[in-house]
């Protein structure tokens, strides 16, 4: 095969060939992206105007909405591109800045959903000394640390990835994955990121078990709780996070359990989508049925009798701070 690594583009997997289901795939994905933009965006303005919000938990969980959108801003928006022009190229510096910042952002939400099964912890289970051990500075160190760690992660995977001598610029996913990235490769210097893919994978395991041993603690404090209000209470704070947690980790345990295969297959874009997109998509809701207090602040937003003193609210926090 001939050498690529000096390749200006990369081409990736086109919807169909067929113009009514690549039109039918065009309006998909435009709008999971909009449904995930509008109900991250929401999910920050409440909290940012109800100053009954302005807890951890939901400094979190804003930090969390910031996350999902910069997920599917990195991968929908040049998709939608590609399909309206009928163009599926990228360019090589565009595949880095898209293997990058999915990492970055993806690191991010694994490693905020631990800290805040963390949080959930110290509430639950040492109510009294929460507001000593989850003060301002605290959060604020956390939140530094979880963003500083995933670049830095999103940087040592990006290097270890375009690194490789690419015998191929054909990339058979609809956005530049470094699974399929690794496979046009054709010098050793991959088997370093598939380390590094492994220790990845460690790491999200750690998480993981980290966030069961901690629910297993916040469940059994919550059984001896004596009211049944109490019970509920906690509940109300945690099964929206848990929620949250569990569809992150099983999508992605869906999407990479299945056989690999060399073959393009159309099946690669359904099952990207369950683990990039969907979780995003999914998180806003979750929270705002099962947590009361985001769905009281998100009806105060959306009150149309107050909509216009909402806006210039909005405006003075986007513009005056």
């Known amino acids: 095969m001939s050498n690529f690594t000096s390749t200006s583009t990369f081409l990736l997997l086109e919807f169909s060939e067929l113009r009514e289901l690549h039109i039918l795939h065009l309006f998909l994905f435009l709008a999971l992206y909009l ?19 302005h807890k951890p938990m939901y400094f979190f969980l804003t ?12 991968i ?7 399909s309206i022009m009928n163009n599926w190229s990228i360019s090589y510096s565009g595949c880095a ?20 099964a963390h949080d959930r912890y110290v509430a639950i289970c040492n109510p009294l000394q929460y507001e000593t051990i989850m003060h ?17 992660y999103a940087t040592v995977h990006t290097c270890g990835t375009f690194a490789n001598t690419f015998c191929s610029n054909v990339v058979n996913q609809f ?58 209470k906690a509940l109300s704070t945690c099964l929206p996070h ?40 999914l998180n806003p809701f979750i929270y705002c049925m099962r947590n009361k207090e985001i769905k009281t602040a998100l009806w105060k937003f959306l009150d149309f009798g107050h909509c216009s003193k909402t806006i210039f609210r909005v405006l003075h926090i986007l513009f005056c701070i």
Not at 39 to 51: E, P
Not at 97 to 116: E, R
Not at 189 to 195: D, I, P, R, T
């Open 175 to 232: 956005f530049c994955e470094i699974p399929k990235l690794l496979k046009l490769s054709c010098s050793d210097f991959y088997l370093v990121e598939v380390g590094l893919i492994v220790l990845g994978f460690l790491m999200g395991l750690g998480c993981f078990i980290f966030t069961i041993i901690t629910y297993m603690e916040i469940f059994s404090a919550v059984l001896r709780i004596p009211s049944v209000h109490g019970k509920k």
């Open 35 to 53: 449904t995930a933009m509008t109900g991250n965006f929401l999910i920050i303005a409440a909290v940012a105007l109800d100053h009954h919000l």
């Open 242 to 281: 848990l929620i949250v947690f569990s569809v992150l980790m099983f999508s992605g345990i869906f999407a990479y359990a299945r056989p690999s295969s060399d073959a393009s297959s159309y099946l690669d874009i359904p099952f990207a989508v369950i683990y990039t997109i969907i979780p995003p998509m």
């Open 136 to 152: 301002k500075g605290a959060c604020l160190q956390m939140a530094v640390i979880v963003w500083l760690t995933s670049l830095l």
């Open 97 to 116: 800045a898209q293997v990058f910042f999915y990492f970055f952002f993806g690191a991010s939400d694994l490693s905020l959903l631990t800290v805040m």
């Open 76 to 82: 929908i928006p040049k998709t939608v591109a590609n």
């Open 63 to 74: 930090n969390l909405a910031m996350m999902d959108i910069g997920i599917v801003s990195v």
